[in-house]
């Protein structure tokens, strides 16, 4: 049994996971590299459209270019700061300091646990809990693409209806486009998505847009999976955190990212975000101790 995973990058940043299971993938690559990096740029691509469709036109190159990466029978892909974890732990999300020696520890896969995932149809991050999938998604986007994948796949793939307005009702949420499928899963997922999303790009302005809404659709076909009794492997995922910003750099973020105009205000507001919340927590834990 072969199984290939993907790490997505947008550049070439420490650290560099590669090894007999994971390899480095480049998306949105325009020049050549030495480090080893697959890129999606070569063979049928959509490599120039990544500020559209972010780590989608890495799964596309992998689609459209499977004999390249050795024709795994299980295929995955996770993230340059976001990977699956095989150890069993408290949480469904951990954040480790990028720094920290027990890194390893967490994101390294075994002989042993890839044979483990044979025993299984798919492999997914443990879901998210949310007030639905339709609540968070409009609280952070909106809900314009929302209405307009659902007539989209109205229209070409009606079969997927249901399945699609269970998951949005639902409370259970799979981010990140990280998963592990089956070769013949993967192909159908693809054959799925890309055909909803290219039609999707025809009614946005893809000059000033991104699509969040592929994570979306990964949750409705792992759904799928679901619903037709395929076993699945849910994994925790572990974040490889970025020393803190100081309040002056977050601020800064936040000014570019208003200024692009390329997210949702609350996503531009995020470095702030992250700043305050964890310091407020801090200083409950004190003040309850005292």
């Known amino acids: 049994m072969k199984v290939k995973i993907f790490s997505i990058y947008h550049k070439e940043i420490e650290p560099i996971i ?5 390899s480095p993938l480049l998306v949105g690559a325009k020049i050549d590299n ?4 697959f890129q999606d740029n070569s063979g049928e691509n959509i490599s120039n459209k990544n500020s559209l469709y972010n780590e989608l036109t890495g799964i ?5 270019n499977y004999e390249k990466i050795g024709n795994p029978d299980y295929i995955g892909f996770c993230h340059y ?4 974890s095989f150890l069993s732990l408290n949480k469904s999300y ?3 300091d990028i720094s920290d020696a027990k890194v390893p520890l967490f994101i390294d896969i075994t002989d042993t646990e890839i044979k483990k995932i044979s025993n299984y149809d798919f492999v997914a991050p443990i879901p998210s809990l949310r007030k639905s999938v339709y609540w968070n998604y409009k609280m952070a986007h909106g809900t314009s693409d929302i209405i307009k994948v659902k007539d989209i796949i109205f229209k070409k793939h009606p079969e997927y209806m249901e399945l699609f307005e269970e998951y949005f009702s639902g409370k259970r949420s799979f981010y990140h486009n990280m998963f592990i499928f089956r070769k013949e899963d993967f192909f159908d997922y693809c054959t799925f998505i890309f055909d909803i999303l290219f039609e999707l790009e025809n009614h946005i302005d893809s000059s000033n847009s991104r699509m969040f809404i592929s994570e979306r659709l990964t949750g409705v076909y792992i759904k799928k999976l679901e619903q037709k009794g395929l076993n699945g ?4 995922t572990v974040f490889l955190s970025s020393p803190k910003k100081t309040y002056k750099e977050s601020i800064s973020e936040v000014k570019r990212n208003l200024k692009n105009k390329e997210i949702s ?3 531009a507001l995020k470095p702030l975000i992250i700043f305050f919340i964890p310091r407020a927590i801090i200083r409950k834990k004190r003040e309850k101790r005292a």
């Open 18 to 22: 590669n090894n007999d299971y994971i």
């Open 265 to 267: 205000f609350l996503y």
């Open 34 to 37: 030495k480090s080893g990096f």
């Open 233 to 236: 492997l849910y994994l925790p």
């Open 81 to 84: 700061r976001r990977y699956f």
């Open 94 to 96: 951990l954040e480790l």
């Open 60 to 64: 596309y190159w992998v689609f459209k």
